[in-house]
């Protein structure tokens, strides 16, 4: 179906004033079709909503891709449908421990796609950083919140980055670092602190 059948379906059927700019920006992947843009398209398509996300990132389009309402989605996890759809609305994630364990479970998602569906990754890199650079102890419930992971994996997993961070500035103790290359490293170490994490974790 051209983009203009399409934009012409979207408005004749739904009363949606799209231009097929936008459908081509879409099928380009350019740009998004909001919840009811996607949901319209589907029908002009005949097609379920998720078989037109084929790389689901946000926690809306990881819903649509399983077919779930959000109420029902909410209901399943043990969160206020109100405080649901503002979290979903704004990609910012605030449910608990227990609550983001459910979430990955019933979306069936991994770590890593939790992590980006709840807009959780800049946040947990600070986490792995003060775990690297002090004591790791005090960041294993932190990070625990933010990735449903077994915790004594996930001790092994901190330990080893605080170790390994640690070497890199032992080591610039040690050679004097006059050229400033072990900071340097342990700088590197810092800002790569993310793959460093799924690494460890085999995740």
Wanted: hydrophobic share 40%; with cysteine.
């Amino acid at each position: 179906m051209l983009p203009g059948h399409v934009a012409y379906g979207l408005r004749a059927q739904y009363g949606l004033n799209v231009p097929p700019d936008t459908v081509v920006a879409w099928e380009r992947g350019l740009a998004r079709p909001d919840t009811r843009e996607l949901t319209a398209l589907a029908g002009v398509l005949w097609c379920a909503p998720g078989e037109l996300l084929a790389n689901a990132t946000t926690l809306r389009e990881h819903r649509m891709t399983r077919g779930m309402a959000a109420d029902d989605l909410a209901r399943q996890i043990g969160v206020d449908v109100k405080a649901y759809r503002k979290m979903e609305e704004s990609g910012r994630w605030r449910g608990n421990e227990r609550q983001t364990a459910a979430l990955a479970e019933v979306l069936g998602l991994g770590p890593r796609e939790l992590l980006s569906a709840t807009g959780k990754e800049e946040e947990l890199a600070e986490v792995l950083r003060d775990a690297a650079r002090t004591r790791w102890q005090a960041y294993v419930r932190p990070a625990a919140k933010l990735l449903p992971l077994r915790r004594h994996h996930l001790e092994d997993v901190l330990q080893q980055l605080h170790a390994d961070y640690q070497a890199r500035m032992v080591a610039t103790f040690s050679w004097g670092d006059s050229g400033g290359s072990g900071g340097e490293a342990g700088r590197e170490y810092l800002e790569q602190i993310l793959d460093h994490f799924w690494a460890l974790a085999r995740l």
